[in-house]
């Protein structure tokens, strides 16, 4: 199956930085990506869909100043959480889809933590 | 996609026992269904998929059952092992490539 990437896998920051999230499609162009967070024993929580060369759509509740998303190209999105503060604390997770077959692929996910 | 952050249901089986995963999906214009297994730590992957004009598809040792009159979709896990214990989360795709995740169901294999 098609394969997706993450980097970071863990993250652990100070209050008020920023921290910058990749997103990769390694075998396959994505015409567009997903971002989740998701907390601990809950399902995924949509925050923001990503098309490449335009601006990503953002669910309710989702500042899009706070997440910045990037898709710089058919194989790179960026996530970057914007002076993190502990509540951002989460499990990140992108996927993309591919229009070929109509899946999403799922990357392994990002762990960040916010001291 | 959409999805709802609420906490998981919970399902536990003995091993060996088949496990049967359930989900209801919303939308009677989705026409693809797919399974994904989430493990601890982990993103998602694809499992199995179903389209509309199937009722049945059988992959190793899982098989989707879809019931369009009901809305209803299932997973059944034969011989579950402890590798199987995970996050199960199925997912409906309408035409337009539009995904709505269902909240998933949790699975210990209890050796």
């Known amino acids: 199956g098609a394969v997706v990437s993450q980097h970071p896998s863990w993250v652990i920051c100070k209050s008020g930085t920023s921290v910058k999230i990749e997103c990769r499609s390694l075998?396959?162009?994505?015409?567009?990506m997903f971002w989740y967070r998701q907390f601990p024993k809950q399902s995924l929580m949509l925050m923001a869909t990503?098309?490449?060369?335009?601006?990503?759509?953002?669910e309710q509740g989702v500042e899009k100043d706070k997440f910045l998303i990037n898709h710089a190209s058919l194989t790179l999105s960026t996530l970057t959480v914007t002076s993190a503060h502990p509540e951002d604390s989460s499990f990140y997770i992108c996927?993309?889809?591919?229009?070929?077959?109509?899946?999403?692929?799922f990357g392994p996910g990002t762990r960040l933590l916010v001291l | 996609g959409e999805s709802v952050g609420l906490h998981l249901p919970t399902l536990s089986v003995q091993e060996g026992d088949n496990s049967i995963i359930n989900c209801a999906y919303s939308?009677?214009?989705?026409?693809?269904f797919i399974w994904y297994k989430q493990e601890s730590g982990k993103g998602p992957q694809f499992i199995i998929d179903?389209?509309?004009?199937?009722d049945k598809r059988q992959g190793q040792r899982v098989t989707v059952l879809l019931n369009k009159t009901v809305k209803h979709l299932s997973l059944q896990i034969a011989a579950t092992q402890p590798g199987d214990s995970a996050v199960y989360f199925c997912?409906?795709?309408?035409?337009?490539?539009?995904?709505?995740f269902g909240t998933g169901t949790s699975l210990t294999v209890i050796p």
């Open positions: 997912a409906e795709i309408t035409a337009g490539n539009q995904f709505y």
């Open positions: 939308n009677s214009a989705s026409d693809y």
């Open positions: 075998d396959f162009q994505a015409t567009t």
């Open positions: 179903i389209r509309s004009n199937m």
């Open positions: 990503s098309n490449e060369g335009s601006k990503a759509t953002y």
């Open positions: 996927s993309a889809f591919t229009s070929a077959q109509e899946t999403q692929y």
